[in-house]
């Protein structure tokens, strides 16, 4: 097997399980953090080691551990499988150089995966990534990889089987507002997807209790047959569930918990842009709170029009929460966000977070006493709606195609005149009345993404004809 297989794209490093990602790849990854490790000078330092819910997830981590202890490399061992927003909290935690997390997040039940996440507990930045990439290249040429047994680490304490759980959910009880949950009605159910988060939303809510149902809160490998993704799609059994108990709200988490999924009580999926929306609308009338906006180049411009209502800086970046957790670490950042479901916040780690948010959310409620729908609609009264979509077209040729648009872009899409362009990530064409279009490729597959951003929906639905007039016509 071609070792150049092992690509770390938007966010780590993803394969099939038994095909691309076999022992002998995951051995690879360890050595080539381990050398980096040693370049950087840390190698005095632990390196946290966890895992979630996926099929070998632990023994992946301790396969990862063995090579750690053949570097001389210290290793905490996360006792069980936890979100990948807890072992980042861990990285601060425990001063450790770093964290290795097997997970392929949100992806189907057969691929795995390894997130390596830096001493400042956020996704690594493509320099990190192409140094990480530079080691594996060279290690694969050498196919010689030490390890030694877990015995022989223990006793040499270069392994050390660690608890975290009750660290993270310290520090999130310091972030969240348990004393207004507690003087709430609300009614919850939460979904874990049988992912990592299993357990975490749910225990805390009713820690400050709050009347909460827990469901798909077994680990399981296969995720019941389903996609571990908290969207529209995949939370059927949520919504469900949150019509016939009559709740107030239904919460959801992906497979490794970084990524939130939220359900009113219709039963009705708010999409993150709108989740976003309402967390600034929260963190600034509520909490009184101050600091730039940061969202990506795909993400609502909505968020845009409430920075400068509320006097604040809007920054805008590429897509890939690495790029908001850059601009986390310069510190001063009130909410990152992106369109895709992931955020932190102020006084959090610069890594996504779904079971902060999806605490923050229950918060939001409970501070304004009021359905979820109902504060959505004041943030659209107060500030303007905005409607969204995206649409994911198949193209073999999808980077020619892509050159092509960014060389020579459109005039006009539908009957609205290109009035800007913006080639921070893909193409970004600025229309007249404030409607804008995001074409950029996918990281993993042969598509090409096209976001989709309208005052009103009559617009949108004329911007997503003439987007896929262009497709026939190139006949995809």
């Known amino acids: 097997m071609e070792m150049t297989a092992i690509r770390f794209g938007t966010d780590g490093w993803r394969d099939i399980v038994a095909d691309g990602f076999t022992m002998e790849n995951v051995r690879i990854v360890a050595q080539a953090i381990a050398s980096y490790t040693k370049e950087i000078g840390q190698q005095e330092q632990p390196i946290l080691v966890g895992h979630d819910t996926r099929f070998l997830g632990r023994r992946f981590a301790e396969e990862i551990v063995s090579v750690l202890a053949a570097n001389q490399i210290r290793s905490y061992l996360v006792n069980e499988a936890a979100p990948t927003p807890a072992v980042a909290f861990g990285v601060k935690h425990f001063a450790a150089s770093g964290a290795i997390m097997v997970t392929a997040s949100h992806n189907p039940p057969e691929y795995n995966g390894i997130k390596y996440i830096p001493e400042y507990a956020g996704p690594a930045t493509p320099e990190i990534t192409a140094r990480l990439e530079a080691w594996i290249s060279e290690i694969a040429s050498a196919k010689e990889v030490p390890t030694v047994s877990l015995a022989d680490a223990t006793r040499d304490r270069l392994l050390q089987v660690i608890v975290l759980r ?279 597959e042969p598509l090409v993404r096209i976001y989709c951003e309208a005052t009103n929906a009559t617009s949108l639905s004329k911007l997503q004809e003439a987007i896929r007039d262009w497709f026939s016509e190139i006949n995809v």
């Not at 239904?250 to 999409?271: M, T």
């Open 166 to 444: 009750p660290h993270y959910e310290a520090h999130l009880r310091r972030i969240v507002n348990m004393d207004i949950l507690r003087g709430s009605s609300l009614h919850v159910v939460v979904d874990a997807m049988h992912g990592a988060g299993k357990g975490y939303v749910s225990s805390l809510l009713v820690e400050a209790g709050v009347k909460t149902i827990g469901i798909r809160e077994t680990p399981d490998a296969a995720f019941g047959g389903d996609l571990p993704e908290p969207n529209d799609k995949h939370l059927g059994l949520l919504k469900k569930e949150v019509l016939e108990r009559k709740a107030t709200l239904g919460l959801a988490n992906d497979g490794d918990a970084d990524r939130f999924g939220v359900v009113d009580r219709f039963g009705q999926y708010i999409p993150p842009n709108d989740v976003l929306v309402l967390l600034t609308y929260h963190l600034v009338k509520n909490r009184k709170l101050t600091g730039r906006i940061v969202r990506t180049v795909a993400t609502t411009h909505l968020l845009d029009h409430m920075a400068e209502r509320y006097g604040l800086e809007l920054v805008e970046t590429p897509v890939g929460f690495k790029y908001i957790g850059e601009q986390m670490r310069k510190g001063d950042v009130l909410i990152g966000g992106e369109e895709s479901g992931g955020a932190s916040i102020l006084g959090h780690i610069p890594e996504k977070d779904g079971v902060l948010i999806n605490l923050l959310l229950a918060e939001l409620v409970a501070y304004e006493n009021k359905e979820i729908d109902q504060i959505l609609r004041d943030v659209y009264d107060q500030f303007g709606e905005l409607f969204h979509t995206r649409i994911d077209m198949r193209l073999a040729e999808k980077d020619k195609w892509i050159s092509q648009m960014v060389t020579t872009p459109p005039e006009r899409i539908g009957p609205y005149a290109v009035q800007g362009i913006n080639r921070m990530d893909g193409i970004k064409l600025l229309l007249e009345e404030g409607h804008w279009v995001l074409i950029r490729p996918s990281g993993t």
